[in-house]
């Protein structure tokens, strides 16, 4: 069964940083891409980041791009989400999720239960 | 980024009703087109992925349709545990793109 577990989320301040982490088991982690999908409160989906198996064709959403960085380590089959210069619309809960295949063009087919995100002074 | 819009944004239905959410994708997407269900509280689920492509597992009373930039989903025949949030979503380019979502309420 597939399993994908969320942590790092929390209180910050805006302007400062927090590093998400998704560890995930059930399946052969590196044959797969990954994304995070995050939510505000009472809002809808927004795909955040996705990366494939070998780490090429990275992709982020405009609104995190150059703040944000993916990164994955296949030897511990964990997804990680690096998110700098935090600001208060960047308050979600953050879905870590497996994709359908291994590259881009891929759908979201697993979904793990996400870790909130709250940026406040 | 390719812009996805959904409708209706709301719509209130009745169990054995037949329901139809439509999608539009600002330029062509091919057939990279994915329908998510997101009950409250949970997190979303895949319903159906190349259009098409039902997921296993999800009832036959879903199908969903369509290429280029024009993509519906229909419930045959809804049931109570059908009344939920759906999402369409274009993986044809980076930055990978969500509908708006269309929130189906019980009549």
């Known amino acids: 069964e597939v399993q994908l577990v969320e942590s790092g989320g929390g209180l910050v301040q805006p302007g400062t940083s927090l590093r998400l982490s998704c560890a995930a088991s059930?399946?052969?982690?590196?044959?797969?891409?990954m994304h995070w999908v995050r939510q505000a409160p009472g809002k809808g989906l927004e795909w955040v980041s996705g990366?494939?198996?070998?780490?090429?064709?990275?992709g982020y959403a405009d609104s995190v791009k150059g703040r944000f960085t993916i990164s994955r380590d296949n030897a511990k089959s964990s997804v990680y989400l690096q998110m700098n210069s935090l600001r208060a619309e960047d308050t979600a809960l953050y879905y870590c999720?497996?994709?359908?295949?291994?590259?881009?063009?891929?759908?979201?087919?697993?979904w793990g239960q996400g870790t909130l995100v709250i940026v406040s002074s | 980024a390719i812009r996805m819009t959904q409708s209706p944004s709301s719509f209130s239905a009745s169990t054995g009703d037949r329901v139809t959410i439509t999608c539009r994708a600002s330029?062509?997407?091919?057939?990279?087109l994915a329908w998510y269900q997101q009950r409250p509280g949970k997190a979303p689920k895949l319903l159906i992925s190349?259009?098409?492509t039902l997921q296993s597992g999800v009832p036959s009373r879903f199908s969903g349709s369509g290429s280029g930039t024009d993509f519906t989903l229909t419930i045959s025949s809804l049931q109570s545990e059908d009344f939920a949030t759906y999402y369409c979503?274009?993986?044809?380019?980076?930055?990978?793109?969500f509908g708006q979502g269309t929130k189906l309420e019980i009549k």
């Open positions: 059930g399946f052969t982690f590196d044959e797969y891409a």
């Open positions: 190349s259009a098409s």
């Open positions: 999720a497996k994709a359908s295949n291994g590259y881009s063009r891929a759908s979201s087919v697993s």
């Open positions: 990366i494939p198996w070998n780490s090429d064709s990275i």
């Open positions: 979503q274009q993986y044809y380019n980076y930055p990978y793109t």
């Open positions: 330029q062509g997407i091919t057939t990279y």
